[in-house]
């Protein structure tokens, strides 16, 4: 808590994450072309004419071999970091919430991954391959060795955590009532290569709220699904719902689905 006055309530919170690391591989490919030939008589020896280049890695030793696995010698750190704050009314025995409007923001997962083990191969595709010669591949990687020129080679990558930036506004209208507005913003190019970056999104709540009911119609759009508008509720401590309830029911076109439960038993509240 960083400050707490009659009308003004700010509090703010920092986390700070080691990260052990996972399995890391990406293929991405700059200035590509590829025709395809197909041989009706023989499938198989259908051909691919490619040029360009592509860079592909992997964080095991994929030319020997080895299967993915995690990565116990690389890690990385991590930090969280956001701040509320409450225009508040003097009603210090109000049943609910005591804010009449409350904005929030936060940035969540700075910090990057160190693959030391990654091994990240540039090829020159220009060439011809057959269906067969893609058949006959153990894997994407081992296809690229057998199959075109590597040009350059490295060791070591830092790959960035999904960085994003959230924001939430709430209006208390009357006690009981409640406009919520809300958005989850990447903060790294989807572009990036080796980049990992979260979905965009934008969410606009109207609710009904009491001590121990809620009702809440979420509207929100979403980058790459579209419009999906869903309905939750609470009752005490249990509360489900589905972001997408509406639209799934209701429209030929929804292009998402979810829904959620849980349970929240509250051990401490600070009422201040």
């Known amino acids: 808590m960083l400050l707490d006055r009659d009308d003004h309530f700010v509090k703010g919170g920092i986390t700070f994450k080691y990260l052990m690391a996972g399995v ?11 025709a395809f030939n197909k041989n009706n008589a023989n499938p198989a020896m259908s051909e691919y004419l490619s040029t360009g280049t592509i860079r592909t890695a992997a964080s095991y030793d994929y030319a020997n071999g080895d299967d993915a696995k995690f ?27 005591r804010y009449k409007f409350k904005a929030a923001a936060s940035v969540t997962d700075i910090g990057k991954l160190n693959y030391k083990n990654i091994v990240e191969n540039t090829y020159n595709i220009t060439g ?53 507005l809300s958005g989850d913003f990447s903060l790294v190019d989807a572009k990036k290569v080796n980049g990992t970056a979260i979905a965009n999104s934008v969410t606009f709540t109207p609710r009904y709220e009491t001590r121990q009911f ?7 759009y979403m980058q790459y699904s579209g419009t999906a508008i869903g309905a939750g509720f609470r009752a005490g401590p249990i509360f489900i719902g589905s972001g997408t309830l509406f639209s799934s029911l209701f429209s030929n076109n929804s292009k998402a689905c979810n829904i959620y439960a849980g349970l929240k038993l509250p051990i401490y509240q600070d009422y201040r």
Do not use: M
């Not at 990565?71 to 970091?81: F, N, R, Y």
């Not at 809620?214 to 929100?220: D, H, N, Q």
């Open 24 to 34: 890391n591989g990406y293929i991405n490919g700059s200035d590509l072309s590829v």
């Open 71 to 97: 990565d116990a010698a690389s890690a990385g750190v991590g930090v969280d970091l956001g701040f509320t704050y409450e225009y508040r009314t003097n009603c210090h025995t109000c049943a609910g919430n």
């Open 128 to 180: 011809k391959v057959t269906q067969q010669d893609i058949d006959d591949a153990d894997d994407i990687f081992e296809f690229f060795d057998s199959n075109y020129t590597k040009i350059s080679s490295k060791k070591g990558v830092k790959a960035n955590l999904p960085t994003a930036l959230h924001t939430n506004f709430d209006w208390n209208i009357d006690q009981r009532f409640y406009l919520n």
């Open 214 to 220: 809620s009702f809440y119609v979420p509207v929100t």
